[in-house]
């Protein structure tokens, strides 16, 4: 088994490439995925989060109200620690469950927005960032998710810096370009973790 950690600043391209080596054959632990799973009505994650930040941050339905939860965490780097206290623990003992299930042979993709800024680059054999400019991802999130650019900033500057990320990288996929240009790439990277 190959471990691998991708990772990616918000609006790299990153879920792009994971879904892309998906189609290859990867096993994927989505990271946010699993997020979400852990703060679902009835979870003790859901509990946990309520009792941190009190019942405004459900939804009239009882789920979690992401958006308004967002708002709060993203402008605030203690209320976004409690968060992570919360649901890391949770999305860790998850992810771990997924790769146990894994066989021998695969190369199993742990997709994680927040590696860099969490240390967790050792946990894998190999880490691979998708990069884009600053410039590029706030475009992204703008003109294809229809984000506000105060929200977006807000969110970048949360994350760890291009820098940081590059610095753990063992292989980095430029997704600056257009689309067409990232699938030559993610296809090499491939064929690098199936030798590994």
């Known amino acids: 088994m190959v471990k691998v950690g991708l990772t ?16 290859y054959g990867a096993v994927i632990v989505d990271a946010d995925k699993i997020a979400r799973e852990v703060v679902e009505p009835g979870t003790p994650g859901l509990a946990a989060v309520v009792e941190e930040f009190g019942a405004e941050v459900l939804a009239a339905d009882g789920t979690l109200d992401r958006p308004k939860l ?21 999305v ?14 695969a190369v199993v993709v ?13 946990l894998y054999d190999l880490v691979v960032v998708v990069d884009a400019t ?11 998710r229809g984000m506000a650019e105060d929200e977006v900033r807000r969110r970048m500057a949360a994350q760890a810096t ?8 063992d292989l ?12 030559p790439q993610v296809r090499e990277v491939w064929e690098r973790l199936r030798g590994a």
């Open 134 to 144: 600053p410039q590029t991802q706030l475009d992204r999130l703008v003109r294809l």
């Open 172 to 183: 980095v996929i430029d997704n600056d370009g257009p689309l067409e240009a990232l699938e």
């Open 8 to 23: 990616g600043g918000i609006g790299a391209g990153k879920s792009e490439v994971s879904r892309l080596l998906a189609s």
């Open 110 to 122: 742990h997709d994680v927005p927040l590696l860099t800024e969490n240390g967790l680059a050792p």
């Open 92 to 105: 860790g003992t998850r992810s771990a469950e997924l790769e146990a299930s894994a066989g021998p042979d």
């Open 162 to 169: 291009r820098e940081e990320r590059l610095a753990i990288a």
């Open 70 to 90: 967002g708002a709060v965490v993203f402008s605030d780097q203690e209320k976004l620690k409690a968060l992570n206290a919360i649901v890391h623990p949770l």
